[in-house]
């Protein structure tokens, strides 16, 4: 005689691994999704066996009737602690064909990974490698400032890992004007982190081919400089270290939201600009820099400026 406190708990047969993949295994394994009493979900792997004789007694509604027939859950089962053992004493299926799925007329349904899904996912990746590709192609296209990471497709030869030219023939001219520029900067700020590329343009088409027409020069976030024809001279390279030691010290995306006194003021004043009067409004940038400047404490510039 089998003698149980019987209650009502629902659980479900989701086969093997994942409940989205439902496979015969092991007769004596079941997989079971079980809910306990706090509401969450857990998936048990249970050996179940038959019960060959005795009785289910109680005082429930149906009670006492033969045990014999029934499957019992066994090892790996969680039973509550209201529970002597925990038997399958019905069950509902539900025929409804899903799509992919091989079915029978047994309790399992086989869901198919089938060639049709592999083939859908290969084509998914594909579309998804060829998406990143256009967006690639179209920013260095419509963005031209982005074209500083490969500068070669804009027909300058990078002769060093650090400068790029296209007038070749003043290779050396350019070294020396970067190598001082650098060497004054970082004696007045501090190392650089990571030493900028340096694109030097003798021709104006040249320059434009990266997106800059009216400037002498420009930086480009942390990836590099571009000099133009009119700004082979130190001050105007010097300029550009400082917006690259801006990008490095402040970041890139913060420098959006920085005055324009202090990004464009400390390039004009620290660059040593030989011209004593400016156009408005970097005059007067340039001023209220220097006049900041002289108020605090200079080996801590990187504190102070990102302190305002």
Known sequence: MVSAHLFESWTILVGSAHPAIILPVRKEVLVITTQYWIGAFANESVHSSKIGSGALAGRATGLPRPATGYPLLGKG??????????????????????????????TICVIARDKTQQAS?????????????????????????????????????????AICIDDISRLEEAE???????????????????????????AQRCFEKFGFKRAAAHAVGKSGIVIGPGGWMPHYVKHEIIHHWQAENIGVIKMLFVDDWLIEGMAYALSDDPRAELAQPWQAYRTKFIEW????????????????
């Open 121 to 161: 996912l290969m084509k998914l990746i594909k579309w998804g490698v060829l998406l990143a590709a256009v967006l690639v192609i179209a920013t260095f296209i419509f963005y031209k400032p982005s074209r500083i990471l490969i500068p070669e497709m804009n027909g300058v030869d990078c002769v060093t890992k």
């Open 77 to 106: 089962m969680h039973i509550k602690s209201i529970a002597d053992v925990s038997i399958v004493d019905g069950a509902i299926r539900f025929r409804r064909q899903i799509p992919g799925s091989v079915c029978s007329d047994s």
């Open 293 to 308: 400047y002289n108020s605090i404490d200079q080996n801590n510039l990187v504190a102070a400026v990102n302190s305002i």
């Open 176 to 202: 020396a004007l970067v190598a001082r520029s650098v060497v004054e900067i970082e004696n007045r700020l501090g190392p650089l982190q990571n030493y900028p590329k340096f694109v030097l343009c003798s």
